[in-house]
């Protein structure tokens, strides 16, 4: 989502009688219990004994995705089959203002699907059918639980691909992708997730099922599809994607480049995309992030490297060649001191295999640790990268550098020891102040991960109120009952007025100070 | 419905970013007088536990992950269950039954990218769940019978009389086609199912001298399944080791050596199992124990931590650890010396999940077996999910077991391979049922079989596909 800056937008509609528990953005348990009581009957009439989860020690097993910072255990986990049982749990959410929040497989970086105290997870983990793979026309038809690599492995006997490539492909969700709207190292060529979404069956927060796009591209009138993709689960819950499929190159190279510095492997990058050739990725990381990744996969980076570039090129042989030619003397001419040509498929998945697994693996070099998301226009990179050098410097905290360098997207992973007294409050702080650096040189406080819980706070820093103003007038069109993942992305409650019913007073949360009347 | 569970009830909680959401606070429970889930004497290690960041990475390889898609069913879901138990949460029905729910593949120590030691916390876990929870009358006198018999080479024996008069007298089909076994008792029928027709038991000598230059003096387990279901197997693989150059001592006195206790919580009787196998190696003077069965030589690499509070063996159960090869690493180690015979055949390798995800020992089978002149190799779809045996999961388990079997069955069947070799008795009956049940005609064999044939110039055809 880009900023809008200044937009202006009109008063506000008058704010309505909605029940706080349906709009606070907290993680409190509100007194709308019989709401979630009747939910609950809702869920248990729909699905069958397994499909509802209500056992205190089974919903413990739900209170967080991939962020585990922040936890919450939901009050209800359902885990529906089908777009009907999915549409009526919402459908009872929406009838007694009780809140939702989709997950897929759990795995999300900015708190995404952290559930709420007073609400209902709604889980696609089994709605996991590829539905279609339409070799003729690109496409293929997805259930949101389909694991991501699941696409790919059901499309390559046919020679097609599944291109958003996360580092988590082998177990995140086609709906969570879409959520998120997930890039990868090869999204500098291929586009995110939005550039691979042709449709989707949304079922919206009042429950009503609806079609967003379709099997071809383009569709008219406005574009919800675009609105929906990135939306983190604010504006419903997608139960199928079709998808676009693409083609197998006809040939790929996986370049492993060691430099001696994170400036040196910067400045290769810059003069790559510079010369004209676009690589499918060009990924960096700097000599912590290698030894982490060395721990735990033994992937053999080059020794003593300070920073290493995996590039892929790929396309027709040709094409690749010249490529080649070009990014090694590139590479060369800017101080790289070893370039490996993976020349198998074990050699380039190993290659992979230690970029794929860097965040995790920093597991074993560091007892916690906050994996950052921001990026910055691709020339700034030397700069940032130094300035975040001078921050750990100065703050004594640790951070590795594992990003997609050839579109500025930064993945600094903060280190920190939680059973040391302060040390994850100076963690934050210079998770934090990396941020601050992105949007000081023009970048976004996140690249691909979300906002979520996460980065709400740090929406203002970005945008005026007039812009999130405008982005809470999209929010109230989808949700004005405000139930669909309340409390992410934005950092001020805010309250939609489209609810029926006349206002009295003010509302409670108004008044509190918690909330804004929108 | 009860009021959900906060992990922390204090603060406020109008920001989720700062709501109480550290996981640090104790869960609180219903009522204070109930007793946390884990005593202290080794409950599953908040160390270890803390090494798990929540990525998800193992779920898509976790059997009951992929069955039911369901965190509480998932390596890190059972890790939260783990903490939960810790931080003073009782030990209910539901946790037991979702630790119970783990087959103990290990496929997650595989795939985990932070090193999370998930086998060394669910042997812990299972460990306290023995000694704190109480069973149902059935499930405790299965359990009760199961390793009243498996551990005990004598009993098998005994029961192999009848149960070959049974195979022998055309009662199996009509069992199997009534299906009344399973309306009665569906974890009965399990068993029935997996029995693997019964060959003729070669009966071995204490001692194989090495044919040729002797390189190596090795000591073999012979083990209580693979020694009464499958006695080919250890005859094979002490001609192997003996084509290879090694003289192989057979001690007598050998017994279980305790994998099943080990990896069902049963610690006094995997201790004395232990225990017993040391004493009975000491005694035959070797310094290397050789095993075919991957679910033994992965317990007894194990030895170590098992009797670690016991002085009197500590020190040497580390020794005896250090000296366990499984006999395809142990044959990688020395390097092939005896000729090797053409087979021609494709052959899908399965790797037993305690040879590949517990022992790391993928590329020496395949190694071994590609030394073969025309044998070729196919590789298994989905090889790192487990084929539902698990021990005694199978028989514990029947139904998502049998879920498991079709579908490693089915990714079999696509390789189009003339004969299955894997490393563990408990794979080749689950396999060879669910294969049977999808009517695919495929050989059986134990790796260290189809080197035997190879080095002795023997047909495939003694390989199978059986009748």
Redesign the interface.
């Known amino acids: 989502m880009s900023g809008t800056h200044g937009t202006q937008t009109s008063a506000g509609p008058v704010l309505g009688d909605t029940p706080p528990e349906a709009t606070?953005?907290?993680?409190?348990?509100g007194d709308n219990?019989a709401g979630?009581?009747a939910v609950?009957r809702v869920a248990r009439a729909l699905m069958p004994d397994?499909g509802v989860?209500?056992?205190?020690?089974?919903?413990?097993?739900?209170?967080?995705?991939?962020?585990?910072?922040?936890?919450?255990?939901?009050?209800?986990v359902v885990?529906p089959e089908t777009t009907e049982q999915l549409a009526g749990v919402v459908r009872a959410c929406a009838e007694h203002g009780v809140p939702f929040v989709a997950r897929g497989?759990?795995?999300g970086l900015s708190?995404g699907a952290?559930p709420r105290?007073?609400g209902v997870l709604v889980?696609t983990?089994?709605m996991?059918t590829i539905r279609e793979v339409r070799r003729a026309d690109q496409r293929a038809v997805l259930e949101p639980?389909v694991?991501n690599l699941d696409v790919t492995r059901a499309a390559t006997g046919e020679g097609y691909y599944y291109a958003p490539d996360p580092s988590?492909q082998?177990?995140?969700s086609i709906g969570g992708n879409l959520a998120e709207n997930s890039g990868g190292a090869h999204c500098l060529k291929y586009g995110f997730t939005s550039n691979h979404v042709l449709g989707a069956e949304l079922v919206t927060p009042q429950g009503d099922v609806v079609q967003l796009g379709g099997l071809a591209p383009d569709a008219p009138g406005y574009d919800l599809l675009g609105t929906v993709v990135g939306s983190e689960g604010t504006l419903g819950i997608a139960t199928t994607a079709t998808v676009r499929l693409v083609r197998l190159p006809e040939e790929v190279r996986t370049l492993l480049v060691g430099f001696r510095s994170t400036d040196d492997a910067g400045a290769a990058t810059s003069a790559i995309i510079g010369s004209g050739v676009l690589p499918a990725a060009i990924e960096m990381m700097d000599a912590l992030a290698i030894e982490a990744a060395e721990?735990?996969?033994h992937c053999n980076y080059p020794d003593g490297a300070g920073a290493v570039l995996v590039i892929e090129l790929d396309g027709p042989a040709a094409e690749v060649q010249h490529e080649y030619d070009v990014v090694e003397r590139l590479c060369q001419e800017h101080g790289s001191f070893e370039l490996r040509l993976a020349i198998d498929a074990t050699e380039r998945a190993l290659i992979w295999k230690g970029r794929k697994?860097a965040?995790?693996?920093v597991?074993?070099i560091s007892?916690d640790?906050i994996v950052q998301d921001g990026v910055i226009p691709r020339t700034a990179l030397p700069e940032v990268l130094r300035a975040i050098a001078d921050l750990s410097s100065s703050s004594g905290v640790r951070v590795a550098n594992v990003f997609h360098a050839g579109d500025g997207n930064l993945h600094p992973l903060v280190l920190f020891d939680d059973g040391k007294p302060g040390a994850g409050e100076a963690a934050e702080k210079v998770s934090g102040a990396i941020l601050d650096l992105c949007i000081t040189h023009g970048g976004a406080i996140t690249g691909e991960h979300g906002v979520g819980?996460?980065k709400?706070?740090y929406m203002p820093k970005m945008f005026t109120d007039d812009d999130l103003d405008t982005m809470q007038l999209v929010r109230c069109a989808f949700d004005p009952g405000g139930i669909a993942n309340p409390?992410k992305v934005f950092p001020t409650p805010r309250l939609c007025g489209e609810v029926p019913g006349k206002r009295k007073h003010a509302h409670p949360l108004v008044e509190a100070g918690?909330a804004d009347a929108f | 419905?009860?009021?959900?569970?906060?992990?922390q009830a204090e603060g406020p909680?109008?920001?989720?970013?700062t709501?109480g959401?550290?996981?640090s606070g104790p869960?609180p429970v219903d009522t204070p007088t109930v007793r946390p889930a884990f005593d202290d004497e080794h409950p599953p290690s908040a160390e270890l536990i803390?090494?798990c960041?929540?990525?998800?990475?193992c779920?898509?390889t976790c059997p009951t992950y992929t069955l039911?898609?369901?965190?509480?069913d998932?390596p890190?879901?059972r890790i939260?269950?783990m903490k939960?138990g810790l931080q003073g949460?009782p030990m209910?029905d539901?946790?037991v039954q979702?630790f119970d729910a783990c087959l103990g593949c290990m496929a997650c120590v595989t795939a985990?990218?932070?090193?999370v030691q998930y086998d060394k916390l669910i042997e812990a876990t299972r460990v306290q769940v023995e000694r704190h929870h109480t069973r149902s009358p059935g499930d405790r006198a299965m359990r009760a019978s199961i390793f009243a018999l498996f551990p005990y080479k004598r009993r098998l024996r005994a029961l192999r009389g009848p149960l070959r008069a049974y195979q022998a007298s055309g009662l199996p089909k009509v069992v199997r086609t009534s299906g009344l076994l399973d309306r009665l008792a569906p974890k009965l029928a399990a068993m029935e199912g997996l029995a693997p027709v019964l060959e003729k038991r070669e009966k071995l000598p204490s001692r194989v001298p090495a044919v040729g230059e002797r390189r190596a003096v090795v000591g073999m387990l012979t083990g209580c399944v693979q020694g009464e279901f499958f006695p080919g197997v250890n005859a094979a693989t002490a001609r192997v080791l003996a084509a290879e150059g090694c003289d192989v001592i057979i001690p007598k006195k050998q017994g279980c050596c305790g994998a099943l206790s080990v990896h069902n919580g049963r610690q006094e009787e995997a201790e004395r199992f232990a225990r017993a196998t040391i004493d009975a190696f000491e005694a035959a003077g070797v310094q290397t124990v050789v095993v075919n069965a991957a679910g033994c030589g992965s317990s007894m690499k194990e030895y170590a931590e098992v009797l670690a509070d016991d002085p009197a063996y500590a020190e040497r159960a580390k020794t005896f650890a250090a000296s366990v090869r499984d006999v395809s690493e142990l044959l990688a180690e020395l390097g092939t010396v005896a000729e090797r015979h053409p087979l021609e055949v494709t052959v899908a390798y399965h790797d037993a999940c305690h040879l590949g995800h517990a022992q790391g020992i993928r590329q020496q089978p395949r190694a071994l077996l590609r030394e073969i002149p025309g044998l070729q190799l196919r590789e298994i779809p989905e090889a790192e999910i487990c084929c539902g045996s698990a021990g005694i999961w199978n028989v514990l388990n029947p139904e998502p077991a049998r879920e498991l079997g079709d579908r490693k069955a089915r990714n079999i069947a696509s390789t189009g391979a003339e004969l299955l070799v894997t490393a563990n008795p408990g794979c080749l009956m689950q396999v060879s049922s669910s294969l049977q049940r999808q009517g695919t005609r495929i050989g059986l064999a134990h790796t260290i079989e189809v080197l035997d044939a190879s080095i002795r110039g023997l047909p495939v055809s003694t390989l199978g596909p059986p009748d």
């Not at chain 1, 209500?54 to 939901?74: M, N």
């Open positions: 606070a953005a907290t993680g409190e348990v219990a979630m009581a609950g397994t989860i209500s056992d205190p020690t089974q919903l413990r097993t739900y209170e967080c995705d991939g962020l585990a910072h922040y936890r919450v255990t939901p009050a209800l885990l497989s759990g795995t708190g952290l105290a007073d889980v983990s089994r996991r639980g694991i988590s082998q177990i995140c721990a735990a996969v697994s965040f995790a693996a597991g074993r007892p640790y819980v996460d709400a706070a409390g918690l | 419905m009860g009021q959900p569970t906060t992990v909680q109008d920001d989720p970013r709501a959401v550290r996981a869960v803390s090494d960041v929540h990525c998800g990475f779920l898509p039911w898609g369901e965190e509480m998932s890190r879901g939260d269950l939960a949460a209910t539901t946790m979702h985990c990218p932070s090193g």
